[in-house]
Every structure is written in structure tokens, then in C-alpha cells.
């Protein structure tokens, strides 16, 4: 089975830009998570998806966003970037929100 | 706050076991026990989970202590590749419960 996928791998802003980062689950997986990953901040949760829900969110101010569609799939969208959005942004999937996540290669993000 | 404590690093010649504590003195009793890693900012790799019972896999064993306030992932024979950051998480499965990481035990196999 393939494993979760993210596009793109790697990305450059400049400050004030927005961005769309893609998630493609393992086939099957229904739930999808999204993590930030900085040096500072360590791995951090955002925000989780299930049936196109967002069933859960971390402290993340509102210029960050999500979306899941019917297939599961899930993209999450930084508006207005920051110099400290530049991180590795790491998607999860699972069956359901209750099993282990499997987390993708990530997209770095780059803000200058 | 994740919930965990981990040593900050650890050194295990190639070969040998690497035995990771993680300390989870507030667990509840329907908190599992999960174990990934991260090798060079690749994203976490899933390895062993358990919620009272020791557990084994073709990657690593598990083990937890009878009261459940800690555990030990147990690398059996450590390769030069195992290198990577190890982080131990509790987390009750379920809807909101999302995985707290802290800032786990860099594990550095030496040949």
C-alpha cells in the first residue's frame, strides 16, 4: 500500500503570501492530521480531519486553515505568511481518529 | 505539555540493544503508549504501540512497567541507521485526542 504523500515537497514564500499544502492518505484512511515542526517549537499539532470534519484544532491563529474532501484527501492553507511560518509541515492519516497515524514525508515551507 | 519524559540524547555502539526509558508517571488507564521516530527531519516514523502488555514487532518490543508509569523501547540489535530522534507519546485513541510531542531522546549509534 502507498504510504501518505504530500505536495509539494519543498516550497518558497515571500511574507504576505498564501499557500496550499496537498495531503493524500493511505488508501482506506478516512482521518487526517496536520502538524508544524519548527527547530523552537518542536512538532506541533494544527488541526485534524475526519468525513471532512475538522474534529479537532490546536493554538494556531485563524491564517491557518484546512480542508478534507469526500476522498479523504486534505489540504491545509496559510494566509498572509510570516517569516516564523517557515517550517516542515507533516500530514497524518489514519483509519479513524481512534488508530496510529502514518505520517508523510512533509512539505518545508521556506518564508523570506 | 506532552505528557512524557525522555532522556535528551543517548549513545549504543552498532550491534548492541538500545534501550529507551520514557517516564509517564501520570498515565491513565486507558492511555496507550506510542513510540515513533524521526530521522533527519523525515517525517516521524511509526514504531510500536501498547497500552499494558508487553509488545513486540519486527522494529522493536515494548516494555511497560506493571504500574504503567513508565516504559522502555527496546532496539534489539542497533544499526547505524536507527539514528534518529525517538519519541515516546500517551494518547487515549479517540475523537480530539490528537498526539502531543515533546522533544524526545536523540538516539546517536556509533560504529
Known amino acids: 500500500k502507498a504510504g501518505v504523500t504530500q505536495t509539494p515537497r519543498y516550497l518558497i514564500k515571500t511574507r504576505g503570501q498564501q499557500v496550499t499544502l496537498s495531503c493524500s492518505p493511505i488508501?482506506?484512511?478516512?482521518?487526517v492530521s496536520w502538524y508544524q515542526q519548527t527547530p523552537g517549537q518542536g512538532l506541533q499539532f494544527l488541526f485534524e480531519?475526519?468525513?471532512?470534519?475538522?474534529?479537532n484544532k490546536g493554538n494556531f491563529p485563524g491564517r491557518f486553515s484546512g480542508r478534507q474532501f469526500s476522498n479523504s484527501r486534505s489540504e491545509m492553507n496559510v494566509s498572509t505568511l510570516e517569516l516564523g511560518d517557515s517550517a516542515l509541515y507533516l500530514c497524518?492519516?489514519?483509519?479513524?481518529?481512534?488508530?496510529?497515524?502514518?505520517f508523510g514525508p512533509g512539505t518545508r515551507l521556506l518564508v523570506l | 505539555d506532552a505528557k512524557t519524559t525522555q532522556p535528551p540524547s543517548m549513545d549504543c555502539a552498532e550491534g548492541r540493544a538500545a534501550n529507551l526509558p520514557c517516564n509517564h508517571s501520570?498515565?491513565?488507564?486507558?492511555?496507550?503508549v506510542y513510540w515513533y521516530r524521526q530521522i533527519h527531519s523525515q517525517g516521524p516514523q511509526y514504531i510500536i504501540h501498547?497500552?499494558?502488555n508487553n509488545e513486540t514487532n519486527e522494529m522493536a518490543s515494548l516494555i511497560i512497567t506493571e504500574d504503567r508509569k513508565s516504559s522502555t523501547l527496546i532496539l534489539p540489535h542497533a544499526t547505524l541507521r536507527d539514528t534518529a530522534v525517538y519519541y515516546c507519546?500517551?494518547?487515549?485513541?479517540?475523537?480530539?485526542?490528537?498526539?502531543?510531542f515533546g522533544p524526545g531522546t536523540r538516539l546517536s549509534v556509533l560504529p
Open positions: 497524518a492519516s489514519s483509519l479513524d481518529p481512534q488508530e496510529t497515524q502514518y
Open positions: 488508501s482506506g484512511h478516512r482521518s
Open positions: 480531519y475526519f468525513s471532512e470534519t475538522q474534529r
Open positions: 501520570t498515565i491513565s488507564g486507558n492511555e496507550y
Open positions: 501498547g497500552l499494558k
Open positions: 507519546i500517551v494518547r487515549v485513541g479517540g475523537y480530539g485526542q490528537n498526539f502531543v
